[in-house]
């Protein structure tokens, strides 16, 4: 899951708490995005309330019987063992 922020407004929070912006360009140089998939929050004014806000519908979400986030809605991995038996199957 990620929680994100425009880099206008964290720009603005770091140079209001540090000084100047140097932490959060160095993070966003070196950000990429999610390689599978993720949960997405996106702030808007980043304030507490809109946290809060966020935040109970990614507990609603997470707590749900439905999410695609839960184990039990992800295909099941084979175990290499199980993988080699059906490639040899298929091979004889």
């Not at 990620?2 to 540090?18: H, M, P």
């Not at 998939?37 to 519908?57: G, W």
């Not at 507990?59 to 199980?82: D, G, N, Q, Y």
């Amino acid at each position: 899951m990620v929680f994100n922020v425009d880099l206008e407004v964290l720009i603005k929070r770091s140079i209001e708490r540090c000084g100047d912006a140097n932490i959060v360009l160095a993070w966003d140089k070196r950000w990429e995005q999610p390689q599978r998939e993720c949960c997405l929050f996106k702030f808007k004014s980043n304030n507490m309330e809109e946290f809060e806000d966020s935040y109970s519908v990614l507990t609603e979400v997470l707590e749900s019987e439905t999410h695609p986030f839960k184990p039990e809605f992800r295909p099941r991995m084979l175990p290499l063992k199980e993988i080699r038996k059906r490639l040899k199957n298929v091979l004889e």
